[in-house]
């Protein structure tokens, strides 16, 4: 258990929907990212918000947006949903207050998109 | 740019030694995390290597050679339940990334 929780385990959504998957990260833990990774694959980076604000983001477009609360919550939303968008969605918390800024990950929502 | 080479695939046998290489190129290296993901699952933490040498822990080591830009993550005593996926991640740069390669998955056979 590395106490970070995801909601919802499984979504299935059509094309064009929007989705909001949400993350719990451990008490103290004040840096999020999020990948997306596709079956057989290594998890792809998102973006990560650190404090609140984005602090990072990788090669996706910007129907993909995130949000980070002050309770160590965060959100990760897609707009416009297409097929490839299919794919488990991970969560990883982690503290700047640790020098190795270990990354520990939620147990991932499962997005299809029909 | 920044590149992770690690074999796709792998079988060994119950109780058996093996030995999972991973090469790298990265920018602004910080340190070296070795997770394991089993099928449908997240991945968990395994180890970290920040300095050369090997890291011991229990029946999984880790080592790294920062000049060579290589690591390899060793199993002994092979268990069926070490049938996963291991994923080589090196940090880099300022804001401490994580680059993740494709993972090489790892068949334990009776």
């Known amino acids: 258990e590395t106490g970070v929780t995801q909601s919802p385990t499984h979504l299935i959504k059509t094309r064009g929907q929007q989705v909001t998957l949400r993350c719990s990260s451990q008490?103290?833990?004040?840096?999020v990212s999020w990948y997306q990774q596709a079956l057989g694959q290594g998890p792809q980076f998102i973006f990560q918000?650190?404090?609140?604000?984005?602090?990072g983001r990788g090669n996706f477009p910007p129907r993909f947006s995130g949000l980070q609360f002050p309770n160590y919550s965060s959100e990760l939303n897609v707009n416009a949903l297409e097929l490839d968008d299919s794919a488990l969605y991970l969560c990883?918390?982690?503290?700047?207050?640790?020098?190795?800024?270990?990354?520990?990950f939620g147990p991932g929502t499962r997005l299809t998109v029909l | 740019g920044q590149n992770i080479d690690q074999p796709t695939e792998m079988t060994a046998t119950e109780g058996a030694i093996v030995q999972i290489n991973c090469t790298y190129q990265?920018?602004?290296?910080?340190?070296l995390f070795w997770y394991q993901q089993h099928a449908g699952e997240a991945p968990t933490f395994l180890s970290y290597?920040?300095l050369d040498g090997l890291e011991e822990k229990g029946r999984f080591s880790s080592f790294l050679s920062r000049s060579k830009g290589y690591s390899y993550l060793l199993l002994k005593e092979l268990q069926m339940k070490d049938s996963a996926s291991y994923l080589c991640?090196?940090?880099?740069?300022?804001?401490?990334?994580?680059?993740w390669g494709l993972g090489t998955s790892l068949a334990v056979n009776p």
């Open positions: 290597n920040v």
């Open positions: 990265t920018s602004g290296f910080n340190g």
């Open positions: 991640a090196p940090q880099a740069g300022n804001n401490r990334k994580l680059i």
């Open positions: 990883a918390s982690s503290s700047d207050r640790v020098s190795t800024d270990t990354q520990y």
């Open positions: 918000y650190y404090r609140e604000e984005e602090n």
């Open positions: 008490s103290g833990h004040n840096t």
